[in-house]
């Protein structure tokens, strides 16, 4: 009968270890997902200062692209001459 008791009171302390050591697991699993988001936030709050390495500028490509087509278009080409204007004389 001692036996018994004994091989329960083991099974019983290693069933609770298991579980503290489940809920350390747990808490310490939350731990690093909130530091995460907090970190995550932080990054991408709208009112952040960031200094680019760099400033943004639309691709050489495609500046090309769009003064070609402009140019095409007669969009930046100086305007043709209006005709000369005649007055009648009264």
């Known amino acids: 009968m ?6 329960e009171e083991s ?3 290693r069933s609770r270890r298991r579980a503290a050591g489940a809920k350390l697991g747990l808490v310490a699993a939350s731990v690093v997902f909130f530091s995460l988001r907090v970190a995550a936030s932080l990054a991408t709050v709208a009112g952040h200062a960031r200094h680019p390495i760099r400033p943004l ?3 050489p490509r495609f500046v090309r692209t769009v003064r070609q087509d402009a140019l095409q278009a007669g969009i930046l080409a100086p305007p043709a001459a209006s005709p ?4 009648a004389q009264s």
């Open 84 to 87: 000369g204007v005649a007055t």
């Open 11 to 13: 099974r019983l302390g």
């Open 57 to 59: 500028a639309a691709p």
């Open 2 to 7: 001692q036996r018994d008791e004994a091989s």
